[in-house]
């Protein structure tokens, strides 16, 4: 198997009613993680790099990471996605370096901070739209910006998005303004703001339908059916895990996460891709510090390193069962980039907005 589209990916998903978690990766451990999850339960993957990893890892890891995940799961249809490009360039960069697939955050400026025009996203995304499109890769775009329906903050928390605060209309995607952006744009999927943001402090209690807004998610996939719908921020920060932090010696303050059945709705009505980062960081970390505190004779980070990937594949393989994404990595048969270009250029793939 080779590495896959996200377009192909998500039409496959629509098509048999499932979502697929977009899991962020940095090293060897998380991608293990994620490829065992997958091969056990049989489920596509979406392997994502920030700007963050890219930093954290190099370009070079990070491209031969997912390489060797390709390497060593034949079976298992990879998507290598670029998650929050800042500027046309930035995917580019990511296109030249092998990924599937791009994301042009067009919400905010180049500093990832600044709220952007409307004009400023449509004009930005339509560029890379046609360029991506142009070597058969899929783009995500993004309208709105990320942040808390409890605060109206911005979600600033993991060093990029909007900052400060930010009112309602900013927050929440607005359907017919997603109907136009989509048309002028041509993007493959749309992230859409509904009340989550980055991170491990999403909401202060169990998130209600006023500050979690899946019913946005159905206005939205009403007006524009058969757009694949993306949704950031979406960890659901296990309280089991948290509290195993704090146990061995952590202090993560009492908070709340979008939960796995909310995630579930959202999938019902056009969710297709979820992007999960903080939940791994949150498993990872728990079963380090309890191993190290459990363990104090221990000199070999490798078996503390075990411990995380243990704790990370638990919760990998509860989402693709839970989103529905098992058993169908083994139905899919990748289509090459070229011929998603040649599918491009005769308009197949052309969004359907009325
Ligand atoms: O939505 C995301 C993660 O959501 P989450 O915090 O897991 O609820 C990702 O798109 C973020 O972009 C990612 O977590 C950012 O990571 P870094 O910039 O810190 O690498």
Redesign the pocket.
Known sequence: MAIISLRQLLDHAAEHDYGLPAF?V?NMEQVKAIMEAASAVDAPVIL?G????RSYAGEPFLRHLVLAAVEMYPHIPICMHQ??GASPAVCIRAIQSGFSSVMMDGSLLEDMKTPASYEYNVETTRKVADMAHACGVSVEGELGCLGSLETGMAGEE???GAAGELDHSQLLTDPDEAADFVKKTNVDALAIAIG?S??AY?FTRKPTGKVLRIDRVKEIHARIPNVHLVM????SVPEDWTAMINEFGGDIGQTY??PVEEIVEGIRHGVRKV?????LRIASYGAMRKFMAEDRKNFDPRKVYKEAQKAMTSICAARYEAFGAAGQASQIKVIGLEDMNKRYSKGELDPVVT
Do not use: E, L, P, R
């Open positions: 962020n940095n994502q920030s700007a963050g990893a998650d929050h993991d060093g990029h989550t980055h991170g999403k950031h921020g979406s960890s996460g979008v992007n999960i980062d903080t939940d």
